[in-house]
């Protein structure tokens, strides 16, 4: 897991570049050697967190090159994880990452993205947030089984990936184990749900 370029860009303060596209794309070579230290370490998942994805929308673009300047060629599962959402100023554009899996913060909006994938299809696998990290109240496994179940009535289960959303640092440990056990419970139930192929 590590930070990719356009977020790194967009929380800096840049005084030598001419402007923000050549300096994330300047990171993005950076943020490449990174990965292939990864890859060397024998990483076959690796997540890029870009939390700022769709804090300018029109810089989406350059985001996208800055992201194959990064993964293209090195052969593993790349997952994009973007929060902060106002996903609906970027999508579908968010299709067009050369990467397998978008893990989106969309739980704390109530899952309000899953009806946009209905409209503009998701092409990829989906890392589907089923906790609400921001709030110290544990769900209940049926709460987030509802969430699953959303989720599957989208996308086929077998690409959707369930995660907590967002990191859970501003959670205590027990609120955090708490939520997982509820989370991977209601993955059991989801998982019994789904028929067995033949």
């Keep these: 897991m590590l930070t990719g370029p356009y977020t790194i860009m967009d929380w800096s303060f ?5 402007d923000r596209q050549s300096a994330c794309l300047a990171l993005a070579r950076e943020v490449r050697r990174e990965v292939e230290a990864l890859l060397t370490a024998g990483a076959k998942i690796v997540q890029i967190d870009e939390p700022a994805l769709s804090v300018r929308p029109e810089e989406l673009g350059f985001a996208v090159e800055a992201m194959h300047r990064v993964v293209d060629g090195l052969p593993a599962y790349y997952v994009v994880h973007a929060c902060f959402g106002a996903f609906e100023t970027i999508y579908p554009g968010l ?6 899996n978008l893990d989106l ?3 704390h909006s109530a899952l309000d993205l899953l009806a946009m994938f209905e409209k503009d299809p998701f092409t990829k ?26 989720g ?8 959707i990936w369930v995660d907590p959303d967002c990191g859970m640092k501003t959670r205590t440990v027990d609120e955090t184990r708490r939520k997982l056990a509820v989370m991977m419970t209601a993955v059991r139930r989801a998982r019994e749900a789904v028929p067995s192929p033949r």
């Design 14 to 18: 840049n005084d030598h570049y001419p």
């Design 105 to 107: 913060a969309i739980s």
């Design 152 to 159: 599957t009535g989208v996308l086929p289960a077998e690409r």
């Design 125 to 150: 696998d989906l890392s589907l947030g089923v906790l609400d990290v921001h709030t110290h109240t544990v769900e209940t496994a049926a709460e987030v089984a509802d969430r699953i179940r959303r």
């Design 95 to 100: 299709l067009d990452l050369p990467v397998d």
